[in-house]
């Protein structure tokens, strides 16, 4: 766990959930909170063309900002983890619905919350992401980050698909079903959890290989080491790599994803009182008395 603290707490870069009638409303709310506070709120663009006020470009909010915060639910968290990956600030998850995995500071928490981090009450832990390409015939790389999963599947219900996975360069199962997941231990509990995977610590250094559905008894889910580099293809004349559920890539039979850790995580700001166990729990019913 980190000791890494904040620079500085004057500059907060918001981005918000798309689609949701209530969130200028929060937006607003929780704006003044911040003010209140002495921080500062920049708004992107993107988010900003939403609710009709005037944001900044994604890329100067995040140079300028001291952390992020997301305001949503776990989807607009990883998008803006995702996409902010580059610039090495931490993220905050405001959560807009209902406790998730990733945005764990519901509306009501956000004063204490401010209150907290102010006195330096707060932590940010470091959470693996994925780094990969996808290899084109003409020799392109089209590079990608996830910090959920990589998913490879058939692009229609009525295919199999076939998937061809090397570790380190060697070539070492032959997957047959409705596809695989490539997941970090902070992704475990989404796509991978549904399909069968194991629950994996979020600080843990690993990626987690879970088939979909396969067609054999004898496919089960496999945890390596971050820094071995996966490699997967198919035969199938199309195939789709989604990255965190949110961005679609085409694939061919000439086509080859690789998949690795990356070597540089991402960094969620948390409440210190934060238990991860406790979030377990909660979301998954565990320990519920039936």
Known sequence: ?????????????????????????????????????????????????????????????????????????????????????????????????????????????VEQFLEQLISNVYRIDERMMIEGYIQRKDGKKEPFFAFNDVVITRPVVSKMATIYASIDGERFNTYKGDGLIIATPTGSTAYNLASGGPVIYPLTQALIMTPIMAHSLTQRPLVVPADFSIELSSPEERIIAVIDGQVDYEMTPDDTLMVMGAKRGAKLLHRKKRNYFSVLREKLSWGDEH
């Open 1 to 109: 766990m980190s000791n890494e603290k904040l620079a500085q707490i004057k500059i907060a870069g918001f981005v918000l959930k798309p689609n949701d009638p209530e969130i200028k409303t929060l937006y607003e709310r929780i704006k003044a909170q911040f003010e209140s506070k002495g921080i500062s709120v920049l708004l992107a663009d993107c988010s900003a063309v939403l609710i009709g006020l005037e944001g900044i470009p994604f890329e100067k909010m995040c140079e300028d900002s001291d952390f992020l915060v997301s305001l949503g639910g776990d989807g607009t968290l990883l998008s803006l983890v995702r996409r902010s990956h580059g610039y090495d600030k931490p993220v905050v998850g405001i959560n807009a619905g209902n406790l998730g995995f990733l945005a764990d500071i519901t509306i009501d928490d």
